[in-house]
């Protein structure tokens, strides 16, 4: 499978450790997004980045939640201190970066559960 | 920022008939309207897209129509078929980051 992939693929952590997730996009997409999604809601925006550079970040996105994408390819993205609410499936996504508007893929996501 | 409103919530249809989700958006200047398909478990993938310059799109048994001046967009299933149960998310996206708002979601049953 050539697609986005996601890693872990499911978590389970304690309420107020830190977790850490890992997104691969597709080989030569710029652009990489993060998204959460709770059960039986679409997917909420979470944060962008084009190549290294994070452009843009929802206000969803609190002081916990750091993503990073040092070399412009993978991203992390870290939850410190998690707490319940927290729990929900973490997607990312990737697109490249063209004049026209160009289809997100999305990985399979890391489903996290905070107990 | 931007509003996606998807109706219904849940649709059931008999193998063979036609469905209909309906999507509203609220800011006029979003220019880019995909549909993702999600079945229980797995990612969600694109089925069809229109952009702000077109107003209906067709790809065999799916069709999207857009009327920018009520900022209602709705995907068009006919010929039903069981395969076709899943959730379905309307999507809207402004600007050139591309960063997508969706609706709630339409859980479809197709019943055979």
């Known amino acids: 499978d050539t697609g986005v992939s996601q890693d872990p693929r499911h978590k389970i952590t304690k309420r107020g450790q830190n977790v850490t997730f890992r997104c691969d996009p597709i080989s030569e997409h710029n652009r990489l997004y993060w998204y959460r999604q ?5 997917p909420e925006f979470l944060t962008y980045f084009q190549n290294e550079a994070q452009l843009e970040k929802s206000r969803l996105l609190s ?53 | ?26 800011d006029s200047a979003s220019n880019y309207f995909p549909w993702y398909k999600q079945e229980l478990g797995k990612r969600p993938q694109l089925i069809i897209d229109i952009r702000s310059n077109v107003g209906e799109k067709k790809d065999q048994r799916i069709a999207v129509t857009l ?46």
């Open chain 1, 38 to 42: 709770t059960l039986g809601q679409g």
């Open chain 1, 63 to 115: 002081d916990r939640f750091s993503a990073e994408r040092p070399k412009g390819s993978f991203s992390t993205l870290e939850i410190q201190r998690t707490e319940q609410g927290d729990s929900a499936m973490y997607l990312c996504a990737s697109s490249p970066t063209q004049g026209a508007i160009t289809e997100a893929f999305f990985g399979q996501g890391t489903r996290l559960t905070v107990v």
């Open chain 2, 1 to 26: 920022g931007e509003n996606v409103e998807q109706h219904p919530s849940t649709l059931s249809v008999q193998e063979g008939d036609s469905a209909v989700i309906k999507c509203t958006y609220s």
């Open chain 2, 67 to 112: 009327n920018k001046t009520a900022k209602h967009f709705s995907l068009h299933i006919t010929e039903t078929q069981p395969e076709d149960s899943a959730v379905y998310f309307c999507a809207a996206s402004l600007g050139s980051a591309r960063q997508l708002t969706f609706g709630s979601g339409t859980q479809l049953t197709v019943l055979p």
